[in-house]
Nanobody
Framework: QVHLRQSGGGLVQTGGSLRLSCSASGLNFRLHTLHWYRQSPGNEREWVSSIQGDGTAKYIDSVKGRFTISRNNVRNTLHLQMDSLKPEDTAVYSC?????????WGQGTQVTVSS
């Protein structure tokens, strides 16, 4: 069974930084594309960033230049470094992976950016 365990997040002022981590087990980690999503109150969950096994990364336009996704294929961990945070980044952030047609989610972690 695939398990994704998140850590990080919290409360930060505008312009601050936070780092999210997602530790994976139960899959051949390096073979899978990993994703970060977020959901704020009253809004649908939105895709934030993805990283392929070879390190190729993609970002939603609103976080380009501020967020950096990375992975460690030895430690089976995924990270999201979030810099220059804005109040509109406030949301619950979740990591996600698809394996054999099944989607697995981390437990979610709250990120709150105060103005």
């Amino acid at each position: 069974q695939v398990h994704l365990r998140q850590s990080g997040g919290g409360l930060v002022q505008t312009g601050g930084s936070l780092r999210l981590s997602c530790s994976a087990s139960g899959l051949n980690f390096r073979l899978h594309t990993l994703h970060w999503y977020r959901q704020s109150p009253g809004n649908e969950r939105e895709w934030v960033s993805s990283i392929q096994g070879d390190g190729t990364a993609k970002y939603i336009d609103s976080v380009k230049g501020r967020f950096t996704i990375s992975r460690n294929n030895v430690r089976n961990t995924l990270h999201l470094q979030m810099d220059s945070l804005k109040p509109e980044d406030t949301a619950v952030y979740s990591c996600k992976v698809d394996r054999a047609g099944v989607t697995f989610w981390g437990q979610g972690t709250q990120v709150t950016v105060s103005s």
